[in-house]
T-cell receptor, first 110, second 111 residues
């Protein structure tokens, strides 16, 4: 079954640690996205990709980085986590029919 | 710039009540319009969509009609259930790959 997978679902980590949030999709979509969702529910686009070797920053400034070496894989990395990075992170991919979202990673930095 | 505005929540209804969640958009050209739903602890799921004026999207008893004259795409359901409790997002895209999402409306349905 075609889908989009995010791991881990929940992560609690100490300040200063490096972390990578994984996102993979099996649908062959070229376009992929990372959103940060604040407690008030609003979605903020932080990174997107048109395809392999393409990455762009989104509307909300973020200290994270992304890579797109393979079509199916779009990981997000924080080099040094801070409490201000505590949030829900949603990965998505899209085609002409619309967006498909992963279940999200809830990150807590202590 | 393009934008999507939806009514603020939370919206609290009794089971079997009628639901309306308002959504209006500002966009160049003729955007495609969407409603997504997010259940607790999950990502967003596509609920319905409409791609041109006067189209009606429908799914699971929910409906929304693309109204070009009022630039609106209001979500309606005739009889809500407790299981409809979730956050609902209106979204638009004008042919680019980036969607514009509204801020989300939380719906709580009481038994």
């Amino acid at each position: 079954e075609a889908d989009i997978y995010q791991t881990p679902r929940y992560l609690v980590i100490g300040t200063g640690k490096k972390i990578t949030l994984e996102c993979s999709q099996t649908m062959g979509h070229d376009k992929m996205y990372w959103y940060q969702q604040d407690p008030g529910m609003e979605l903020h686009l932080i990174h997107y990709s048109y395809g392999v070797n393409s990455t762009e920053k989104g509307d909300l400034s973020s200290e994270s980085t992304v890579s797109r070496i393979r079509t199916e894989h779009f990981p997000l990395t924080l080099e040094s986590a801070r409490p201000s990075h505590t949030s829900q992170y949603l990965c998505a991919s899209s085609d002409a029919y619309g967006y498909t979202f992963g279940s999200g990673t809830r990150l807590t930095v202590v | 710039g393009d934008s999507v505005t939806q009514m603020e929540g939370p919206v609290t209804l009794s089971e079997e009540a009628f639901l309306t969640i308002n959504c209006t958009y500002t966009a160049t050209g003729y955007p495609s319009l969407f409603w997504y739903v997010q259940y607790p602890g999950e990502g967003l799921q596509l609920l319905l969509k409409a791609t041109k004026a006067d189209d009606k999207g429908s799914n699971k008893g929910f409906e929304a009609t693309y109204r070009k004259e009022t630039t609106s795409f209001h979500l309606e359901k005739g009889s809500v259930q407790v299981s409809d409790s979730a956050v609902y997002f209106c979204a638009a895209t004008s042919g680019t790959y980036k969607y514009i999402f509204g801020t989300g409306t939380r719906l709580k349905v009481l038994a």
